[in-house]
C-alpha cells in the first residue's frame, strides 16, 4: 500500500474487502505522530534518570571507599556506596511499580488515547521532579515508583496510538519515531548527567523535569484521537466492559500469552543492560564523565541508525525475522558490556542501543497489528507488565551474581544467554508485514 496524504481516507482494498474505508489515516511525519513522539520523549526523560544518576544516587545515600593503589580488592557497596543487592532491589521496586500501568494503560480503551495519555503524562512528570526532594535512598524510591506507572503508561500509549493514526506503509515508521523520541529523552538524561553532575547532583537532574512539564500543553494541542479508536467506541459505546483482564476476550488470550513472553524475555536482558551500565561504567571502571557522555552521543547516533535499518528491514524483510534477530543480537552484546574492559562497556552499550534500536519498530508494529483496537491498549498494558516482570527478574539475578566477588561479567552470561531459547516464541505469531489490522480482524465489532 502505498503512502497515504495527510488527511485523507486510506485508499486500496484487501482481498477481504477495504476494512480501513472511512479511516483518516496519516503519514508518519504528520504533526499527531509527530506530538505523541514528544510526549514519548517526556516518558524518556522522567524514567531513565533513575538509571543515568544511579551512581549519584548510591554516592549521596551510600558510603564510599577509595581504591588503594594497584588493588581492586573493595566490593560493590564500596565502590559504588550501595551494594548491588541494595540496587537491585531498588530498581527493582521502581520495575514492579509499572505493574500499575497495567490498569492505567488499558483504561484508554474505555477512555480514549487522547485524554489517558496527556493525563499520564503530566501527572508523571510532576511526581518525577517530587523526587528530586528525596531525604534518603528508600525514600527516593517511594517517590519515583509513584511516577514510573504513569509514565510507563505515556510510552505505551504513544505507539498505540501512532500505530492505529497509520497504515501498514507508515506503521513501523510511526513506531520508529515513537522510539526515537523515547531514547532522545533518556539519552539527554544521560548526557546531562554525564556533563553536569558534580554541580546539578540527582536532585538537580529530576529537577529538570519541569521543562517537559511546562511544554506539555504546548505538545497536548497537536494530539489528535485516532480515527480507528473512534469508530471502535461508537460500536462498543453501551458496553461496560472492565479493563484489564476481561476485556482481553479468549479469542486473543493465546497471542497475547505469546506476545507477553516475548516481551519478559526482552526485559530481562535490556533491565540489567540499560539499568546497570552506568553505574558500572561510572563507579567500577572509573569512565569520566566525558567519555560516559561521549558513548552516549554515539549511541544515539547508533540508535538512529538502527531505527532507520529496523523500520527498512520491518517492511522489507518482515515484522517477525527482524524482532528475532535483534532480541538475540541484545542478548549477546548485553555480555560483552560487562567483559570487564573499558573497550567492551563502550563498545557493548553502543551495538546493544542499535540492536534494541533495530528491534523497537519491527516488534512495536507487530504487536500492534496484532490485536484490534477494542482490546490493543489493553494488551500493550500487559506487555508493560510482562516487561516489568522480566526486568524484575533480570534485575535481582544480575544484581545478586554481580555481588559475588564483583563479577560483572558473570552475572551478564548467567542472566542474558539463557533468554535467546524463548525466540521460540516467534515461530507461534503470524506474519503481519503488509497487512492492517482489519484484516486480520475483519469483524468491525472487534477491530
Known amino acids: 500500500m502505498d503512502a497515504i496524504p495527510d488527511g485523507l481516507p486510506a485508499a486500496g482494498a484487501t482481498e477481504a474487502g477495504d476494512h480501513t474505508a472511512g479511516l483518516q489515516l496519516q503519514r508518519w511525519r504528520h504533526p499527531a505522530i509527530v506530538a505523541v513522539a514528544l510526549l514519548a520523549m517526556a516518558s524518556g526523560f522522567g524514567q531513565f534518570g533513575a538509571v543515568a544518576a544511579l551512581g549519584d544516587v548510591a554516592k549521596t545515600f551510600g558510603h564510599l571507599t577509595q581504591h588503594r593503589s594497584g ?68 525514600w527516593f524510591v517511594a517517590i519515583f515508583a509513584a511516577g514510573r506507572p504513569l509514565l510507563s503508561t505515556t510510552n505505551a500509549l504513544a505507539s498505540v496510538t501512532a500505530a492505529e493514526q497509520t497504515a501498514s506503509s507508515d506503521r513501523a515508521k510511526a513506531v520508529a519515531l515513537v522510539a526515537a523520541g523515547y531514547g532522545i529523552g533518556a ?80 526485559a530481562i536482558v535490556s533491565g540489567p543492560a540499560n539499568s546497570f551500565v552506568f553505574l558500572y ?41 527482524t524482532a528475532a534477530g535483534a532480541m538475540a543480537a541484545m542478548a549477546v552484546l548485553g555480555t560483552v558490556t560487562y567483559n570487564g574492559s573499558d573497550a567492551g562497556v563502550v563498545i557493548g552499550y553502543v551495538s546493544g542501543i542499535f540492536a534494541a534500536s533495530v528491534f523497537a519498530p519491527a516488534a512495536g508494529a507487530l504487536a500492534n497489528e496484532l490485536f484490534p483496537t477494542v482490546v490493543r491498549a489493553t494488551v500493550a498494558g500487559w506487555q508493560t507488565a510482562a516487561s516489568v516482570l522480566g526486568a524484575v527478574a533480570g534485575l535481582l539475578a544480575f544484581g545478586a551474581v554481580a555481588d559475588v566477588g564483583n563479577r560483572f561479567g558473570t552475572a551478564a552470561l548467567a542472566t542474558f544467554l539463557p533468554t535467546l531459547v524463548l525466540l521460540s516464541l516467534f515461530l507461534l505469531l503470524p506474519e503481519t508485514r503488509g497487512r492492517e489490522p482489519e484484516d486480520l480482524w475483519p469483524d468491525p465489532l472487534l477491530a
Open 71 to 138: 588493588v581492586n580488592t573493595l566490593t560493590l557497596a564500596q565502590q559504588a556506596g550501595l551494594s548491588g543487592t541494595t540496587l537491585g532491589v531498588g530498581l527493582a521496586i521502581l520495575r514492579l511499580a509499572s505493574l500499575g500501568a497495567l490498569v492505567l494503560t488499558s483504561l484508554a480503551d474505555r477512555f480514549g488515547r487522547r485524554r489517558s495519555i496527556i493525563g499520564s503524562c503530566a501527572v508523571g512528570l510532576a511526581v518525577t521532579v517530587a523526587a528530586a526532594a528525596s531525604p534518603s535512598y528508600w
Open 281 to 321: 561504567a561510572e563507579n567500577v571502571l572509573r569512565l569520566s564523565g566525558v567519555v560516559t557522555a561521549a558513548m552516549v552521543v554515539v549511541a544515539g547516533v547508533a540508535g538512529l541508525a538502527g531505527l532507520l535499518l529496523g523500520r527498512k528491514l520491518a517492511d522489507g524483510l518482515g515484522r517477525r525475522p
Open 187 to 266: 539519552g539527554l538524561t544521560a548526557i546531562i548527567h554525564s556533563l553536569a553532575s558534580s554541580a546539578l547532583g540527582f536532585r538537580g537532574i529530576f529537577a529538570l523535569a519541569t521543562v517537559p512539564l511546562v511544554l506539555l500543553p504546548l505538545v497536548a494541542r497537536q494530539v489528535a484521537e485516532p480515527d480507528r479508536y473512534k469508530r471502535m467506541a461508537a460500536a462498543h459505546e453501551a458496553e461496560e466492559t472492565l479493563p484489564v483482564l476481561s476485556a482481553v476476550a479468549r479469542p486473543y488470550r493465546r497471542r497475547l500469552a505469546t506476545v507477553a513472553g516475548l516481551a519478559f524475555a526482552v
